[in-house]
């Protein structure tokens, strides 16, 4: 139905924009945990990987992401859902702070 799908959208933005974004308790919060299915799978892109469940997400993708970027900002380009799954496509930026991918901070 639309109805759900803009629903969903709603629900994705936000949750899109807390992980990524946000700056505070965020990921492994109870509201966070509302935000995802427990069996969700998190498809990154090359060097990220694949996350399967809420946890692993969170765990190995979103606190190292958000440990080696801070000033984070996205813009989004593509998003979309049909029901309840969303797909986003976009660009992330950040002051880079800390370790990313093996790749020491180059504050910049």
């Known amino acids: ?3 759900d799908a803009a629903t969903a ?3 994705a933005k936000a949750a899109l924009h807390d992980d990524w974004i ?3 308790a965020g990921a492994g919060t109870r509201q966070w945990r509302s935000h995802w ?3 969700l799978t998190f498809y990154g892109p090359g060097g990220i990987g694949r996350a399967h469940g809420a946890e692993q997400y969170r765990q190995h993708v979103l606190q190292p992401f958000r440990a080696a970027f801070d000033d984070r900002s996205l813009d989004t380009k593509i ?3 049909e029901g309840n799954y969303c797909g986003a496509f976009g660009e992330l930026s950040g002051r880079h702070v800390g370790p990313w ?3 020491e901070a180059s504050g910049k």
Do not use: D, R
């Open 79 to 81: 998003f979309g859902c």
């Open 37 to 39: 299915h427990s069996n």
């Open 22 to 24: 946000g700056s505070g």
């Open 101 to 103: 991918l093996g790749f």
């Open 9 to 11: 959208q709603k629900v």
């Open 1 to 3: 139905k639309s109805q």
